[in-house]
């Protein structure tokens, strides 16, 4: 056997999935003993893919036989090698073969029947009965240039959308033929517990009202039951009060809630916390952000601002000897290939009839410089032999560090403030601390000791310390806290006012040492 393969794609490349491939030995054959089978079909998985064994070609008598492949309307014909690898049936197609009984092509199949076709099949392909020969009419009522494609499905449609697969199953939606109600249904030998009683001797109809199944010792005590604590005797107090008692400041109704200090079940902190997947995107850059509209990249040039490293000095001039504007020189200074022909004597004139010898000296003081007498400044108009442009230009090896980050700068602005200590009450004792966490956009607020009193009590109202501005909130808001030491540890409810205040909203009174004092650890935004 030969294992043969395929894709079958549609006129768009894309893999058709279920779609039948029929392969056919038109003319029968025998390999061996065996008689080869005149038709074989397989379905495409998912990714368009099938694959098939076929008898090889050379292996089946008589000789010259080959194979038809049909899918979609394509039909192929395939000569088969003996291969032990796989083979795919693009390498194999061959022009129309000849039919190996005869010199002259025969009829491969009529309407994708094959064999001996009976006249009631063909009858039933062609529309049999009452000829007689002679044009059509009409198709269904229709004339002319007729299609059914809008009537009728080709043989080798498929019902996709509307028909399940032979393979399907319907595992959602029912049970195996064998399955049980364990869950649901009793056994057929079942009995019922005390919860029910037998036909005909259900005597009580309702109890105080109720019906159904009914727990009485949810409403009633046993009639030999006892109060502990018990004795009898009128009550003498209640909590050492006596006369018409009312316990409303000290206990809580049955039906009571904690609206004003509990938070519901199914609570949110939206307007005080950010949700688990919240972001920063308006306040913050992202991890992966650059400063390319603010700082220059690492290998960055300064063409348009800065000299290069060789650079030389060609300046404009803006003045000559204080003068400014359209400036002539011509009346200061020769042009530089003047001569003094008419005033000067030559190079190579002496004044032997007039003057001294080489070898005299004349000691003169200097009269005037520029036109200048007295006591003469240039630096005014002339640089130093050793001057520079310190102030004009940079050094060669001048950079940018007053006004530019370096390459590996950080945002330091991130980085979480110091500590610092609220202004605590007077008799509170204790650190409150809050600092900065741009990080997070927060303020965050922690006891790094123990809030107490250090003398009197503290009630509801009583203020424990100040935030000063710049650390406040911006609306008020309440933090739960502990008060006390473990494992009798009260619960409190500390209130953070947008004025800076910090006080107790419960009634739990704020007493005793440090070590019973509050914890607090909380952050909160202040925009």
Same mark, same amino acid.
């Given at each position: ?7 079958? %794609? ?17 003319? =029968? ?6 008689? &080869? ?5 397989? *379905? /495409? ?6 694959? $098939? ?16 492949? *049909?899918? +979609?309307?394509? *039909? $192929?014909?395939? &000569? ?11 390498? !194999? ?17 009529? #309407? ?35 299609? !059914? ?44 517990? /005390? ?20 727990? +009485? ?25 006596? =006369? ?5 400041? !000290? ?66 001039? %803006?003045?000559? #000897? ?9 009346? /200061? ?18 004044? #032997? ?12 003081? &200097?009269?005037?410089?520029? =036109? ?44 979480? =403030? ?5 202004? $605590? ?24 000791? *123990? ?5 009197? /009590? ?70």
């Amino acid at each position: 056997m030969t294992l043969v393969y395929g894709t079958v %794609t549609n006129v768009s490349g894309q893999a058709v999935y279920n779609a039948l491939v029929s392969v056919t030995l038109p003319s =029968g054959g025998i390999d061996g003993e065996t008689i &080869v089978s005149t038709r074989r079909q397989v *379905r /495409t998985n998912k990714f368009g893919y099938w694959e $098939m064994d076929l008898v090889p070609n050379s292996e089946i008598l008589p000789a010259n036989t080959y194979y038809v492949v *049909r899918h +979609l309307g394509v *039909r $192929m014909y395939i &000569v088969v090698p003996d291969s032990n690898d796989l083979v795919s049936v693009s390498s !194999l197609i061959v022009n129309i073969p000849q039919n190996p009984l005869s010199s002259a092509t025969y009829v491969n199949d009529i #309407d994708g029947h094959y064999g001996s076709i009976s006249q009631a099949t063909i009858s039933a392909i062609v529309g049999g009965g009452g000829g007689g020969g002679g044009a059509v009419s009409s198709v269904d009522g229709r004339t002319g240039i007729v299609t !059914l494609n809008d009537k009728y499905a080709t043989l080798a449609h498929t019902h996709t959308g509307s028909y399940s697969l032979i393979t399907h199953h319907h595992n959602a939606s029912y049970s195996a033929l064998t399955h049980d109600h364990n869950l649901s249904y009793a056994g057929l030998s079942h009995i019922h517990d /005390t919860r029910y009683v037998k036909l005909g001797e259900e005597s009580v109809q309702t109890v105080n009202g109720m019906t159904g199944h009914i727990e +009485l010792d949810e409403a009633y005590a046993p009639l030999d039951h006892t109060h502990p604590g018990g004795g009898g005797g009128a009550v003498d107090s209640v909590e050492g009060r006596t =006369g018409a008692v009312t316990l409303g400041d !000290l206990y809580s109704d049955v039906t009571h809630d904690h609206a004003d200090t509990y938070a519901p079940i199914l609570h949110t902190h939206e307007s005080i916390y950010a949700a688990l997947l919240h972001n920063h995107d308006s306040s913050y850059a992202a991890s992966a952000h650059n400063h390319d509209a603010a700082y220059s990249v690492l290998g960055h040039t300064h063409t348009g601002t800065y000299s290069d490293v060789g650079h030389t000095h060609s300046y404009p001039v %803006t003045s000559v #000897d204080g003068l400014t504007g359209a400036v002539s020189l011509s009346s /200061t200074y020769a042009a530089s290939g003047h001569n003094h022909s008419g005033v000067y004597s030559a190079t190579t004139h002496n004044h #032997d009839s007039a003057y001294s010898a080489t070898g005299h000296t004349h000691s003169y003081p &200097v009269t005037s410089v520029d =036109g200048l007498t007295g006591a003469v400044s240039l630096s005014s108009s002339y640089a130093a032999a050793s001057h520079n442009h310190n102030s004009s230009y940079s050094a060669l090896s001048h950079n940018h560090d007053a006004s530019y980050a370096t390459t590996g700068h950080t945002h330091s602005a991130l980085t979480a =403030g110091a500590w610092s200590s609220a202004t $605590m009450t007077t008799n509170v004792g204790g650190t409150l601390q809050y600092r900065s966490e741009p990080a997070y956009g927060v303020i965050r607020l922690r006891t790094s000791a *123990r809030i107490y009193s250090i003398s009197g /009590t503290f009630s509801a109202g009583s203020t424990l310390a100040t935030l000063p501005v710049g650390a406040r909130p911006v609306s008020d808001f309440k933090v739960i806290c502990y008060q006390g030491a473990e494992p009798t540890q009260n619960v409190m409810i500390i209130k953070v006012a947008t004025s800076g205040a910090v006080t107790i909203v419960n009634s739990i009174s704020l007493t005793g040492t440090q070590s019973a004092g509050i914890i607090i650890d909380h952050s909160f935004s202040t925009s």
